[in-house]
């Protein structure tokens, strides 16, 4: 059942929740490379998850992931990494191409090999500080108040990793239908956008955890995202949970009841 509820979970938290800095990161290289190349790109982000994924469920009990997140010079560091994946962006340029009819409208200036573009994947995911956060969120919930098993949380996070990373393929496939649609100005314009974008990732990121470090009347809560995703994996982990016990009950009414007649 555990297998199951990750697979639901990572499909609902890629629905309402999956639009960060590598959600946008994917676009582009769909949009740039097309499919079967940008997909290096969603490999990597689904290594980085894994490996931090691995990392906190062997080490929670020796790191305090959640207090190290809040140290300001490692929210710095994150936050500027951002920042300077968004300046690589905005300044990525590409330019007019000529073709017949359903060709491409532009062509880029870089050809990176499939190896770059996953490992442009993975920095992005794993230097992208609100990434480490949401999983100390989620390691923590199952760890903590949902108490499972080592053996049902490794169960879990396979199912909830192996959908983020079919979701993430699909939006890649998604993505990478538009590529006839983009002109050279208009890429260009949602290279700009998207590097906008990670840089006020990076901003706020560092912002906020100044806020928190600087004023300790503020209170550390979780963020939306955190909390959101933590609702959604103890809401659907209770239900079937209560699904599961009513069906076990209804069977062995019947079972009973069916011995009952015999005798």
């Given at each position: 059942m555990?297998?199951?509820?990750?697979?639901?979970?990572?499909?609902?938290?890629?629905?309402?929740?999956?639009?960060?800095?590598?959600?946008f990161g994917l676009i582009q290289s769909s949009v740039q490379y097309g499919f079967r190349r940008a997909s290096a790109f969603v490999v990597g982000v689904f290594v980085s998850d894994l490996l931090l994924v691995l990392a906190m469920l062997v080490l929670l009990k020796d790191v305090d992931f959640d207090t190290m997140l809040q140290n300001i010079w490692v929210a710095t560091i994150g936050g500027a990494c951002l920042i300077a994946f968004g300046i690589y962006s905005f300044c990525k340029h590409v330019k007019p191409a000529s073709g017949k009819r359903g060709k491409l409208k532009f062509r880029t200036v870089d050809n990176p090999s499939v190896l770059r573009l996953m490992g442009h994947g993975f920095l992005l995911n794993l230097l992208n500080p609100m990434v480490w956060i949401y999983w100390v969120s989620v390691v923590s919930l199952l760890s903590g108040e949902m108490g499972l098993t080592a053996t049902a949380r490794f169960v879990f996070f396979a199912g909830l990793l192996?959908?983020?990373?079919?979701c993430d393929l699909l939006k890649c496939r998604l993505a990478s239908l538009l590529q006839t649609w983009f002109t050279a100005f208009r890429l260009n314009m949602f290279n700009k956008v998207l590097g906008g974008i990670l840089i006020a990732f990076g901003i706020y990121f560092i912002v906020s955890r100044m806020v928190v470090h600087f004023n300790p009347e503020v209170d550390h809560v979780e963020s939306g995202t955190q909390k959101q995703s933590t609702q959604i994996i103890q809401s659907l982990h209770q239900r079937m949970a209560k699904d599961s016990a009513k069906h076990a009950d209804t069977l062995y009414v019947r079972e009973?009841?069916?011995g009952g007649a015999g005798r």
């Open positions: 555990e297998f199951l509820i990750g697979i639901l979970c990572g499909i609902l938290l890629s629905v309402l929740l999956g639009f960060g800095p590598s959600f192996l959908s983020l990373f079919g009973d009841g069916a």
